[in-house]
């Protein structure tokens, strides 16, 4: 049996992925006509149009890795597990949270250590030059 799937025009919407127009219907954060994460692309686009060209590959990894955990603009990730998931060694974390701290795109709230947990972060997406 053989399923085709329908053609999109350029520039046409999937089915079913509509946003609702405004004043109907709610979305899953309980605002009317706008999609719950639309303020976390508000820190993404600007990061993507003016900040993640002046950044190395490990500092991109790490900030990319820290917004991504963000609830609320803070991150609470450990250095080990940001090492982990991005591939690269701990010392190269730590060198790049450096960079990204004196660039003003990550601030840390709180430092970890082994009793309390891992560090707590601001992710700040763009600084104006």
């Known amino acids: ?3 085709s799937s329908p053609i999109i025009p350029v520039g046409g919407e999937l089915p079913g992925d509509t946003p609702p127009r ?3 219907g709610s979305t899953t954060n ?3 006509g706008r ?3 639309a303020g976390r692309f508000a820190v993404f686009n600007p990061f993507c149009d003016r900040t993640m060209r ?3 590959g490990s500092e991109l990894r790490v900030w990319m890795l820290l917004w991504r955990d963000c609830r609320d603009g803070v991150s609470r990730t450990g250095q080990t597990d940001i090492a982990r998931r991005a591939g690269v060694n701990v010392k190269t974390v730590k ?3 450096v960079a990204l701290i004196s660039r003003g795109l990550v601030k840390v709230i709180e ?3 082994l009793r309390r947990g891992p560090s707590t972060y601001k992710v700040i997406g763009w600084i104006p030059p």
Request: charged residues 30%.
């Open 1 to 3: 049996m053989k399923v």
């Open 22 to 24: 405004s004043g109907q």
């Open 30 to 32: 309980g605002q009317t």
């Open 35 to 37: 999609r719950k994460g």
């Open 54 to 56: 002046d950044l190395t």
């Open 95 to 97: 060198r790049a949270l």
């Open 111 to 113: 430092r970890g250590n």
